[in-house]
């Protein structure tokens, strides 16, 4: 398999022959946030994962500031993926940005895809004139503020071990947070590009079936949010889950395994 | 000896460390607090009540998360509940806690998460540690780095441009980088290179001209050259500065402000490009919100953002670099194009000693000078017709066409009378117009087509120099430069100056050299014989033609005279030099052979006496010349040569010379040596033909070639018809080209 694969330390499970589901992470951690989300699907389904380039265990190498600038690098990436493996009619399921990475790539290649799922999305996370985001810029600097004071157990020592040197596993394990572990650069960057996206124009061009998944007390995408999404994409149906919060794949995975997997059935 | 009341250490130690757990808790030295997996507080203590100023009662039941900053909560969200779900724990997350009085507690947190049996979440337990002045400490760490990148970033912009402007050569390669680099190192929306042309100081308002721009419209740029207008000087004096979309500049200056606006600019900053004390021009950025498409800017829109005193200082790093690039590269032009001028005039003059005629001269110098000089090219003479146009050039053969039409419509003389070259020519002095504007077009251009095409030229500067000799006024040479070219300098127009006294010394020579060979041809034609007398018994033919190249004209002459007694005397002749003297003295000479002929009709006598009187007779020049007295009755002819080409004799078809031995030229230095006649019979049916070298030296240097050919020829022209016999004989023996004039004449005898 081509150097795709390994860049972005794709892994397949599941029936080869079943509809492909591609699940797409966020911000913040790698393709464990899906853990007890995507096992569910394999029984029938070929369930593809992936960490993005600058995340988890990614080829760190292959990031490059000016096509990571934007979303539509990330979204590059997945039409690469799908193209690499040979899949059709695809079931995107993105989680918060990755959300609008998905719609961007469905925009670049819309014969590659069946549907997707939009688990907490949100095409603008600013404020804009009557458009509520729910954020201010000035929470943004904040976040990115916060960032900074976390690294998450990265160090310069550490880095080489971190980046795929496996000569030496024991230092590996002794890592912790190392699923939300990124360099600080490209984590700063990546937080600015995803709360500093506007893609609200991109949405009235989703032409497949479309789930929105919105969470209750969700601080990330507000319901006002997720239901500007549903009204924007044309035709899309709208699931309000009872778990709360910003990661339903983590904190409740069986009612939005339900919720995707009733999707699919119709 | 001890002391009863003392109390065993070790029984206070074991009395201390039998703790009540509950009040271990409580008031431990740290936070603790027990959530459900949704961040609701079940259980907290005495110690993070305290440190934020909350009661239990207000905790309990409320989220963790809720407590947190903004930022806070997103990082909670997207890192700190994944990671305890995936790993069951989280070690050291510094997150900040508000206070009840809305003020930041930095913490540091750990926690583990409780799992029933089905490993599915049941509990969240978390320790808090204050850490505020570990915190401060870390952002003064990270503030410190950040301004070292920054910093590091700042001199990596100045390497680069450094870099960058060594292989400057042009100044456009210098606006390039700078324009390029200045604008990436702070992150502006566009970026303009400005220069004053011209002298800074000038008292006259300076032209300033953007030399290169990206991402700036022409609209905004013209804006904020009328907007610094007179104070130009000034604004370049004044360093660093900004002009900010407010609502002073929309009251004060509302072409600029809407210029901005409508680009999405909220400011511009000026900073000075400047060499040593020179002030070369500046260095413009437009700062304004995230273009489309970009990232949302974190900069509230309209909000401004001061520009932090290390940018300021790296600006003027960069203008002073770009003023030293400038300069050393305008040098390294100078050198060049002082090489190039020398060229230039030497191949000028070159073509000036080369060109046929005027005409010839002036076309092939415009060209010359829009290959080098100039955009345009125009030359304007001063003739008797008035003013002509010579020669129009563009340097673009497409827009050669464009020239012609703005020319076409009106010569010089009918132009409105702010034209450079009418000015040029009415007060004798070089006109130099620097920055042609609307204003400035209207005063040099006729209202309606022609204006318009002038204006389709984009003429940027034009010079008119007058051709001028001894106060005399030939005409004027007219150079522009459109907008694509750089402008005309001092040392350029000083190139045109030295072209046009070349020009005029060559127009001068050649009205005067022109006026001296009309004269002559007229004085000639005056002596010439238009039409031979009209002998009985005979056939006569003449003809005269002249040189093709250069304006000279002969003392080539020919005549056919009725002589006292019934003779006819003849003559053929060729005084030395080609001008008004020549021509003079063939008419001199004429008057006097006729005399002497007539007085005695004998051709060697004649010769003899013109020997023996040609210094008293004051010719100044020598000649060749045939003379010949004929008897039209009896056919009786007698000839006699001072050094001119044998006559011919066409008979039945045969050509041969006449065997008359010549004898020295009239006006040679005197020789012992009688002028010999030959004499003989014009039989009926032959012609005599007298001729002049020019015939015979036409085609070939060798006069003894060319004479066989002559005999060739007229063997094969011989003809009772004189005339056809002339026609024939030019016709063979005359080329297109005629170094010499040609005089003929043919007689028959019939």
Redesign the interface.
Known sequence: MGSVVTRNRVCTSGVPSGRPLVFVHGFGCDQTMWRFVAPAFERDHRVVLFDHVGSGRSDLSAYDPEKYGSLEGYADDIVEICRELGLRDVVLVGHSVAAMMGVLAFRRAPDLFGALVLVGPSPRYVDDGDYVGGFSRTDIAGLLDALDSNHLGWSAEMAPVIMGNADRPDLAAELTNSFCRTAPDIARQFARVTFLSDNRADLADVSVPTLILQCTDDAIAPDAVGEYVHRQIPGSELVRLAATGHVPQLSAPEETSAAIRAFLDR | MSDPDAVDPSVQLDRLLEDDPADLYENAPMGYLSTL???RIVKVNRTFCAWTGRSPEDLIGS?F?DLL???????H???L???L???GA???????VQRLDGSLLPCLLNAVELRGADGAPQLVRATLFEATAR?RY??EL?AAQRQAEESEARSRTVQRVVFDLAAATTEEDVASVIVQRSRAGMKARGAALVLVQGKADDPELPALRPVHAEGLSRELLRRLREAAGSRLALELAQGVRSIVLEERLRRDQPELAAAMATTGLTELVIVPVSADSKRLGVLVLALGDAAPG???????PGERRAIPASEIDLLYTLGRQAGQALERVRLHQETVRQAERAAFLLEAARLVADAVDVQDMVTRLAELAVARLADICVIDLVTEKGTTREAARHRDPARQEVLDRARSAQQLTVQAGGHPGLRALREGRTQWTRDVDDSRLAAMTLEGAQRESVRALELAAVVSVPLAIEGRRLGVITLAADRHRAPFTAADVEVAEQLALQVAQVVDKAQRFELESQTSHTLQESLLPTDPPPVPGLRTAVRYVAATQGVSVGGDFYDVVALPGGLLGLAVGDVVGHDITAAATMGQLRSVYRAYLAGQPSPSALIERLQGSWSLLGVQRMATALFGTLDPVSGELRVASAGHLPPLLCSNGTASFLPVRPTRMLGAPPADEPAEEWAGELRAGSTLVLYTDGLVESRSADIDEGLDRLLEVAARACSADPDALCDRLLAEMAGEHRPDDIALLALTRV
């Not at chain 2, 900053?69 to 990082?75: K, Q, T, Y």
């Open positions: 997996p949704d961040g989220r998360q900053s903004v930022g806070g909560r997103v990082f969200e997207t890192h509940m994944p990671l779900r995936m790993q989280v070690r050291e997350i510094a997150i900040d915190r870390e952002r990270l970009q990232l949302i800017s974190l900069v509230e």
